[in-house]
């Protein structure tokens, strides 16, 4: 898991250094807008994406071991239909 204190900036600085970073996110809880401990970094290119999981997978980041794999495209409930995440996403869980 990340972090309580990991937040969407440090992702960016942290994964910032393999690649073009487009976008992090530190997934919360609805409610209490607390870390869920996952996250998801957007790279411009695979490249970027495969150099960081090299570099980063099983390393500490904010005192936290954390896995860092491509992230699946997950079927969404209710009807809406699912929700693309591009193979440049990592997710971020341990």
């Known amino acids: 898991n990340l972090s309580w204190n990991t937040n969407d900036e440090a992702l960016r600085l942290a994964f910032g250094e393999h690649g073009t970073v487009t976008d992090t996110i ?34 500490e980041l904010d005192g936290r071991l954390i896995k860092v794999n491509i992230a699946k495209v997950r079927g969404g409930g209710g009807g809406g239909g699912g929700m693309f995440i591009s193979i440049w996403e990592l997710d971020l869980r341990f």
């Open 26 to 59: 530190v997934m919360r809880d609805r409610d209490t807008q607390r870390s869920r401990g996952f996250g998801f970094v957007t790279f411009s290119t695979s490249q970027e994406a495969e150099a960081a999981i090299a570099a980063l997978h099983e390393q």
